[in-house]
C-alpha cells in the first residue's frame, strides 16, 4: 500500500524509490556511504537535484495493488559535479520512464544559501564520463535561462513531454500560497525535497481545479477525474520549513483528445525567487467527464 494513491501508483513514491537508486548508484560509483560525501574541505554534501523527468507509457492508475515492477538503471556524470541517471520501471501495465540529473550542494547557514561543490571522492569514479553536456543538460540550462535570466517572449516550442508540447509565456492564469509543512515536505537533511514540488503542484492544483468546478455547478472531486501519466520539473532553489511558496499556474488546457497539460512555478513570496518550473501532463479519466469539460478548448 504504501506504493499507492487511491487506485494507482503513487507518484511521489515512485520518484522517491527513483531517487534512492539514483543516489544508491551515484555512492556505489564513488565508493562511500551518503552520510560520508563530503567536499575536499571535509565540508558536509547534499544531494540536490537540478531536473527530473517521468513518463509513462499509461497513466499511473493503471498500475495495479500486487503488481511486481522491475527496475533498471545507469548512471553517468559530466565533470566533477553533475550526475545523471536513466532509470526504467516495467510492469504488466505500463512501463515508466525516469530520467534525473542532479548536483553536489554544500550549505553555509539556511535552505536558500546552497553552493556546488566537488566531492573529494571524485577520482574514484569509474561510471560512464561524458565530454559533452548531455541533451538532458543542455535542456535544463535551456529552461533555467529562460526562466531567470530572459526578458523577450518566446515563441517557440521550449519543451516536449508525455507527448504534450509547451510554449513560453509570461503571464499566470491563476495563483495559490503554500507553506513548506516540514512533516511533508522536508528531507532527512531538512532541504525542501524534490518530491515535494510535484506534491506542492498537485495540492494547489486541486484547490484551483475543484474551485472552478463548483463556479461551473460541478460538485465532483477533480483529482479522480485526472491520473499522472508524465513530469517534467526544473529545479533552481530550495525553501525553509515555514516559507511561504506562490504557486502561479501559467497553463492548463486539453491536449488532444484525452490530456491535460500544465504548467506551474513556485516562487518563495518573501524574496521573489523562482525555485522550479513544473510541467505535467495528466490523463482525463473520461474525456467526457467534468474537468474535459471544464477545460475543452481552454487557455
Not at 149 to 169: I, K, M, N, S
Not at 247 to 256: D, I, K, P, T
Request: charged letters at 25%; hydrophobic letters at 40%.
Amino acid at each position: 500500500m504504501p506504493q499507492m494513491l487511491f487506485g494507482g501508483l503513487s507518484e511521489r513514491w515512485l520518484l522517491k524509490e527513483a531517487g534512492d537508486i539514483h543516489w544508491r548508484m551515484l555512492c556505489a560509483d564513488l565508493g562511500v556511504p551518503s552520510g560520508q560525501l563530503a567536499d575536499r574541505e571535509g565540508e558536509r554534501l547534499y544531494a540536490s537535484f537540478m531536473r527530473i523527468r517521468m513518463e509513462s507509457t499509461v497513466p499511473l492508475t493503471r498500475y495495479t495493488e500486487n503488481e511486481s515492477l522491475a527496475a533498471r538503471g545507469a548512471l553517468s556524470r559530466f565533470g566533477d559535479k553533475r550526475f545523471f541517471s536513466e532509470l526504467t520501471f516495467l510492469g504488466a501495465a505500463g512501463e515508466v520512464r525516469v530520467a534525473m540529473a542532479s548536483v553536489f550542494i554544500t550549505r553555509s547557514t539556511d535552505n536558500k544559501s546552497l553552493a556546488r561543490a566537488t566531492p573529494q571522492q571524485i577520482e574514484r569514479s569509474r561510471g560512464l564520463s561524458h565530454s559533452v553536456l548531455p541533451p538532458f543538460g543542455q535542456a535544463y540550462q535551456k529552461i533555467k535561462h529562460l526562466a531567470l535570466e530572459t526578458a523577450e517572449p518566446v515563441r517557440d516550442t521550449v519543451l516536449e513531454v508525455g507527448g504534450a508540447t509547451f510554449d513560453w509565456v509570461d503571464h499566470d492564469l491563476d495563483s495559490r500560497s503554500y507553506v513548506v509543512n516540514p512533516y511533508h515536505d522536508l528531507n532527512g537533511a531538512n532541504l525542501l525535497y524534490f518530491a515535494s514540488y510535484p506534491r506542492i503542484h498537485d495540492v494547489c492544483e486541486r484547490m484551483i481545479l475543484n474551485e472552478r468546478l463548483r463556479r461551473a455547478g460541478h460538485e465532483r472531486e477533480s483529482a479522480f477525474q485526472v491520473a499522472p501519466v508524465a513530469r517534467d520539473v526544473f529545479y533552481y532553489g530550495n525553501a525553509d520549513a515555514g516559507d511561504e511558496l506562490t504557486f502561479r499556474l501559467r497553463r492548463m488546457e486539453r491536449s488532444g483528445a484525452d490530456r491535460l497539460r500544465i504548467w506551474s512555478t513556485l516562487v518563495r513570496r518573501r524574496d521573489g525567487v523562482r525555485i522550479a518550473d513544473l510541467f505535467t501532463v495528466k490523463a482525463l479519466v473520461d474525456p467526457a467527464n467534468a474537468v474535459g469539460r471544464l477545460l475543452a478548448g481552454a487557455a
